[in-house]
């Protein structure tokens, strides 16, 4: 079957001993169809009824257990998401790869779960990084992957990855059909864009996967298995080696990495990981964790396109959060939120150079406003119920920026 040529994202983790106080510091771009536009929102956890749960395109069974309170980053249209995390300190997100497997089980036409419903699905249900991958891949076997992944173009289809963690680790997930391996990171830097990665380290896979690569024909049986050189049908090696040489000439020059850095990666255009809003596949959202031991996690959302140009909004599980409305999309044709629509109304306006360095003022204050405020509360300083508004507070400050540059 025909693919289409990658286009890619882009997410990337850091870990102990390379990053700041003992913390994961995961990003994720999110490149998406032009004028797609990507929400915020929020879902408070537990029993969800019915016994039967909509996904994208297809029903499935709901989980019996309480599901976990989520903050997700996706395209408005559909069920699923590009990334998020949740309550239990996990965070995912997904790339799209093009395999070798397209027959079947493997035919990623076939409308069945979408890459970004296993990572809602993974959010949802599961209360560790490897939780959530045992949820995912399990789900995976039942249902398959497959289906149109953009609501105007039904040639858009793809298998996908996943990078997940927690403040413990990360894994790093690849998928062929109904097929999968999985590489476990407990240190250093890793980095997944739209091509298979894991090679001979495999440290989980589905059952058989040795035995289904003979029978397919991809292995002969001789020498070490190697995942990416079995399933890979190609992807955008330049992308993933520049972002590995971001994250390690980072990690070289800053000493721990932090969370800004994170930003900057994002936001480096040079090496195509930012898309800018004219792109024909524009970076569409943005999302930074910061996932310190023994403690709540910080995370960040753009909501708007190019985060050259947006700014990074903090958001922390509070016991009753609220996300901004302004990031949550009508039920209309173009579903536009009204950061979306003021974004795209002043950013041509407004002399960028100031805007890009009150967002970094902005975003500084945000890192040192959340970071002493989880210090505070762990020391019996504040109560953690004073930071119910974070992320609709610097939604609205944004506003007010662009509206008045």
Known sequence: MAMLPPRSCDT?????PLSREGAVIFGKNSDRPQNEVQEVVFYKGGLREPTKLKCTYIVIDEST???????????AWMWGAEMGANDKGVVIGNEAVWTK???GDGDARQRRLLGMDFVRLGLERGNSAEDALNKITALLEQYGQGGPCSEL????FYHNSFLIADTDQAWVLETSGRLWAAEKIESGVRNISNGLTITTKIDKSSENLKENAKAMGLWD???EFNFTECFSSGGDETRQKEGERLLKEKCATYIPFYVRFMFDILRHKESRICRGCEDTFPTQGSQVSFLRP?????????????PTVSLFKPFIFTPNPRVSPHLISPNEPKREHYLYKVHAKYIGKVNLDNLKHAFWEMEEESINKSTDFLEDVTSGLATIEQYDNLLEDYVSAEIRMLTKM
């Open 65 to 75: 257990e309480p599901l976990n309170s989520i903050i997700l980053s996706k395209p």
């Open 12 to 16: 990337f983790i850091v870990l102990p």
């Open 153 to 156: 173009d039904d040639s858009h």
């Open 294 to 306: 023994n403690t709540l996690g910080i995370h960040w959302f753009t909501g708007t396109p190019d």
């Open 101 to 103: 497997y397209n027959d």
């Open 221 to 223: 049986g001789k020498g």
